[in-house]
């Protein structure tokens, strides 16, 4: 191991997150705790953890292969992984590639709607204020991102999204959404955070059944199976 395990510095709503004997370098520890609504609705998935761990771990493989720069170090055991220590962008990037939740909310459109283009969105990551959609002038008029650093964030965000969607596709999973967070390390924006179940909408391609965190939001059951599927599908067992 590269670094020693120092105190809990942070402990969020799915992860915890350690410092160690580095101060480039931090531990994230994935808990089986869920929560959806801003925290309102509480749960425990069984061995989401170790899933998205493996998962997020595997993803950030595939795209560092691609040229995206990502936290990911090395992984410690199976719900535990080094990663570089990054200073949050405080902004929740969403990539939709059909309708889904919020936005079918928001517009009135079904479900499964197709956009003309993949949508990118900008939400204020703030627990407090509920995480509120925003514009790219809200970001630069507060000084939450530079311009330089929102290029950056929007074309890493459409590149990683054409590559991830091409990835499941080929593996019978339609990539409906996602959220994605980055940080600032030493001058560089890099993708941080997770890509898991939790922060991800898959649906099997041929029959539209969900294998993600809106089983546990909507109270739909089989929601530690949808995980494992997904493992599943990936490959990881
Ligand atoms: P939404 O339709 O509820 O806005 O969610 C869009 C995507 O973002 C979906 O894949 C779930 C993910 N997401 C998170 O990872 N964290 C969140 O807090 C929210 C609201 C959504």
Redesign the pocket.
């Known amino acids: 191991m590269k670094a020693e395990q120092k105190e809990q510095l942070y402990e969020g709503k799915a992860k915890k997150v350690f410092a160690t004997s580095d101060p480039d370098l931090v531990i994230v520890s994935y808990k089986d705790d869920a929560t959806a609504f801003?925290g309102l609705k509480k749960g425990t998935i069984v061995g989401k953890g170790v899933i998205n761990n493996r998962m997020s771990n595997y993803l950030m493989g595939l795209l560092a292969k691609e040229g995206i720069e990502t936290h990911y170090v090395e992984e410690l055991s199976d719900s535990d992984t080094l990663v570089k220590h990054v200073q949050i962008v405080p902004l929740?990037v969403?990539m939709?590639n059909v309708v889904?939740?919020?936005?079918?909310k928001r517009t009135g459109l079904p479900e499964g709607a197709i956009p003309s283009m993949p949508i990118l969105?900008l939400?204020y990551k703030s627990d407090e204020l509920g995480?509120p959609m925003i514009n790219s002038d809200h970001a630069l008029a507060f000084g939450w991102a530079t311009q330089a650093e929102l290029e950056q964030i929007e074309s890493m965000a459409r590149k990683i999204n054409e590559i991830l969607k091409k990835f499941f596709a080929g593996v019978g999973v339609d990539l409906?959404?996602?959220?994605i967070e980055f940080g600032r390390y030493k001058g560089k924006i890099i993708l941080a955070d997770e890509i898991s179940p939790?922060?991800?909408?898959f649906w099997d391609s041929k029959t539209k059944e969900k294998l993600?965190?809106d089983r546990f939001r909507r109270d739909m059951g089989g929601v530690e199976g949808a995980y494992h599927e997904m493992m599943r599908r990936i490959g990881l067992k």
């Not at 889904?100 to 079918?104: I, K, P, R, T």
């Not at 409906?176 to 959220?179: A, L």
């Open positions: 801003n929740e969403i939709r889904a939740g919020s936005l079918s969105e939400y995480d409906v959404d996602f959220k939790d922060t991800c909408r993600d965190k």
